[in-house]
């Protein structure tokens, strides 16, 4: 094969690599969706019911979002997750489970946007809403709105397919009513997950 056929395919290669990995970079316009599992820790002191104090165990489940680049940085994230399913119990004994349905609308900035990098971290705040439900009998518990916050990074494995790992922090607080008696359930879930981002 003579010189110039060796660096004509020499310049090919680099140009398909150069434009592989410029694809690989976030840029405005772009939409992703994610989906994953997701480990829940409530922490400790709970809340209280009536004066007595709450404990809410961890959970797991199953995680889903989507999102918007509206620049090369900065775009809008929406996600949730399937039912987490809390065991709880009190100092005086009782004890249940309740399920808690995270909803969260978030903006993230992207600091390696629009640079050519199979890595892109993000960190992200915004808006958590938290509805809960199947309550023991005669419980019941207001849903809550607080403050949340995300950092986390995509791991390009092709143009469009990412390893996605994440750690959110939300501030919980709602009103609890127990056959009359009232009380708050006060978390601040931090949330470690990972799955699967895929970019269009």
């Known amino acids: 094969m003579s010189k110039m056929k060796l660096m004509s395919a020499a310049v090919i290669t680099a140009g398909f690599a150069l434009a592989s990995q410029a694809a690989l970079a976030y840029n405005a316009g772009d939409v992703f969706v994610r989906g994953g599992v997701a480990q829940t820790d409530t922490g400790s002191g709970n809340g209280n019911v009536g004066g007595d104090s709450l404990s809410v165990d961890?959970?797991?489940?199953f995680t889903f979002g989507a999102g918007y680049l509206f620049t090369?940085?900065?775009g809008v994230e929406l996600?949730?997750?399937e039912k987490f399913e809390h065991d709880f119990t009190t100092?005086?004994?009782?004890s249940g489970s309740v399920d808690r349905l995270p909803v969260n609308l978030l903006v993230n900035y992207y600091p390696m946007g629009g640079l050519d990098s199979r890595v892109q971290p993000y960190a992200g705040v915004g808006l958590n809403y938290t509805h809960f439900s199947n309550e023991p009998s005669g419980m019941s518990i207001d849903h809550s709105y607080g403050?949340?916050?995300q950092v986390g990074i995509d791991l390009a494995v092709t143009d469009n397919i990412m390893l996605?790992?994440?750690?959110?922090?939300?501030?919980v607080s709602a009103d609890i009513n127990a056959a009359g008696v009232s009380g708050?359930?006060?978390m601040e879930p931090v949330t470690v997950g990972g799955g699967i981002?895929?970019?269009?």
Do not use: L, P
Not at 164 to 171: E, F, M, P, V
Not at 197 to 200: A, E, K, L, S
């Open 58 to 61: 961890e959970a797991r489940g």
């Open 72 to 74: 090369d940085k900065v």
């Open 79 to 81: 996600n949730s997750s």
């Open 91 to 94: 100092d005086s004994g009782a």
């Open 147 to 149: 403050a949340i916050g």
């Open 164 to 171: 996605n790992g994440y750690a959110s922090y939300a501030d």
């Open 184 to 186: 708050e359930v006060d």
């Open 197 to 200: 981002t895929y970019r269009f």
